[in-house]
């Protein structure tokens, strides 16, 4: 007959090994989430945050967004040299936080 003390640290062991297995996967990108649980460690996950300097032409507007009922910003920040986004990769970024007008 398995003790109860027996149980529950067998329990808690198994937890401790699924919650750690879970970890490593979320890291190595097997399980979704790695970046709300690098937010949750406070890890960063960009690697240098760029200067002021470092970006060339910026767009800015305004447009209403059926998804969020209402009136939202983008911007388009082009890398210094360039004019015009023609023939340049392109990265879409989609931010929570909304800009004061």
């Known amino acids: 007959m398995v003790s109860r003390r027996t149980l529950l640290l067998g329990a808690l062991g198994s937890a401790v090994l ?3 297995g879970s970890v490593v996967a979320i890291e190595d990108g097997a399980l979704p989430g790695r970046i709300r649980l690098a937010e949750l460690m406070g890890a960063c996950e960009v690697d240098a945050v760029p200067s002021p300097g ?3 032409a910026i767009t800015t507007g305004r ?3 059926s998804a969020r009922q209402r009136e939202v910003g983008w911007s388009l920040a082009l890398p210094p040299g360039h004019a015009a ?3 340049l990769p392109l990265a879409l970024l989609i931010s929570a936080r ?3 007008h």
């Open 54 to 56: 470092t970006v060339g």
């Open 63 to 65: 447009f209403t967004s």
């Open 18 to 20: 699924a919650a750690t």
């Open 98 to 100: 909304v800009a004061p």
């Open 85 to 87: 986004p023609s023939g």
